[in-house]
């Protein structure tokens, strides 16, 4: 059964550090690996990364995926509250299980002023 | 371009009560899913649909969900009856089903069966 793994559960920091979120994975057929980012509504999409593109990044977000470790991390720099919220990590699976994607529990971050 | 569209937003029964939500998904997308969300968890697939066939319900409870995508376009998943475990956010996303195409949820449907 496929299984994606997030740590820590939640994290609390104040605006301005910098914080690194975890994912790892055991899934067959590995296909690509997905940030979500969750407030009040639906998950809105951060990053993918797959074997061509272990490396992404978007303003004070960046996210590497390490194929060898089966991990990735989810790096936030000079937090805002804005950034306040429910990371969820997801795997994308190939093979016969194309198109499904799991999910891991989330990281809860709270970013205080 | 419109986003995934779930509805109703939130929605209150008693078990043992019929629940059904509805989803439209963004056009063009020819994969659906449903998923469930209970509180301080991820989401967890109950069915995916490519066009209007059922490729994974394995997670699906069968004997009381159940869920129709015709014409592979909207889709309605149903709960009969509904269980006090039931009580849930439940997730509509679709996405293309080949290329590197991500998952676009709704805002979701909270269900509270009391």
């Known amino acids: 059964e496929d299984k994606v793994v997030q740590s820590p559960l939640s994290l609390v920091v104040h605006e301005g550090d910098t914080v690194t979120l975890n994912c790892s994975y055991e899934v067959t057929n590995f296909r690509s690996l997905l940030w979500y980012k969750q407030e009040k509504k639906a998950p809105t999409f951060l990053f993918m990364l797959t074997s061509s593109g272990i490396e992404k990044k978007s303003g004070r977000l960046s996210s590497i995926l390490d194929k060898k470790e089966l991990s990735s991390i989810l790096n936030i720099t000079a937090t805002q509250t804005g950034d306040s919220a429910i990371y969820l990590c997801?795997?994308?699976?190939?093979?016969?299980?194309?198109?499904?994607?799991?999910f891991g529990q989330g990281t809860i971050l709270t970013v205080h002023p | 371009e419109a986003g995934v569209v779930q509805s109703p937003r939130y929605k209150i029964i008693e078990k043992k009560q019929p629940v059904a939500f509805w989803c439209n998904p963004i056009?063009?997308?020819?994969?659906l899913y449903w998923y469930r969300q209970n509180l301080g968890q991820g989401p967890e697939l109950l069915i995916r649909?490519?066009?209007?066939?059922?490729?994974?319900d394995s997670q699906l409870p069968k004997d009381r969900f159940s869920a129709e995508r015709l014409k592979g376009v909207d889709s309605t998943l149903k709960i009969q009856p509904a269980e006090l475990g039931d009580s849930a956010v439940y997730l509509c996303a679709s996405s293309f089903v080949y290329g590197n195409s991500p998952l676009h949820f709704g805002n979701g449907t909270r269900l509270t069966v009391t």
């Open positions: 649909y490519e066009n209007e066939e059922a490729v994974d």
């Open positions: 997801a795997v994308g699976a190939g093979g016969t299980s194309y198109g499904k994607l799991t």
């Open positions: 056009s063009g997308h020819n994969t």
